[in-house]
């Protein structure tokens, strides 16, 4: 396979996952793309905003690109956390928007640069900081997809709706009858489980 495959794939799979975690907003109220449903805070339009940050990160700061109008959240000198979640003065609109322009500046790094381009993390130890365009890749691919899980499950809370993305649900067929019948033969094994021991 020739390295200009390898990066068309990855570059799929990346989109694949920022296209997943924008399709759990569809169809939500403000409040519910932005409430904590987790003790920790995790929101759908929280991860949308700290995916889009990580890709100004990692395809411009590490490899001298760096992203032209960096928001105040981003950064060393930001509050902690303030990517994981929107204010109210942030609207969904805007942090979509953002989204789609750090796809852009990052989509030109990875059309720009070949896979063994050598770029520097510099929030990483310094004994591994070195690294490349491909690496970088897999990297980001990892972090957005453990995102998108997280946004599975936030959405299945928020109302229901479960699924991989729009089109393909990657779930069992099932009505609701049958999920609950599931769900309960889930519990039932959990408590079987618990008095065994």
């Keep these: 396979m020739s390295a200009s495959q390898q990066k068309t794939d990855l570059h799929t799979y990346l989109r694949t996952a920022r296209e997943a975690l ?47 109008d960096p928001p105040a959240w981003f950064g060393e000198d930001a509050e902690p956390n303030a990517d994981m979640w929107a204010t109210a003065d942030e609207s969904r609109e805007q942090v979509l928007a953002f989204a789609r322009d750090a ?63 729009s089109g393909n649900g990657n779930l069992p067929p099932g009505d609701a009858a049958w999920w609950k019948q599931h769900h309960d033969r889930v519990e039932r094994a959990a408590c079987q489980a618990a008095e065994a021991t």
């Design 22 to 68: 924008v399709w759990k907003l569809d169809g939500l109220s403000e409040y519910d793309v932005r409430r904590p449903l987790t003790p920790t805070g995790t929101n759908l339009l929280g991860l949308v905003k700290h995916a889009a940050g990580v890709e100004i990160g990692y395809f411009g700061l590490v490899f001298g690109r760096p992203y032209a």
């Design 103 to 165: 796809w852009r500046h990052a989509d030109a790094t990875i059309e720009a640069l070949p896979l063994d381009a050598p770029g520097r993390v510099p929030w990483w130890p310094a004994e591994r900081s070195g690294t490349t365009l491909h690496l970088i890749m897999a990297h980001v691919i990892a972090d957005l997809q453990r995102h998108a899980g997280h946004a599975d499950i936030v959405r299945e809370l928020v109302d229901g709706s479960a699924g991989l993305r």
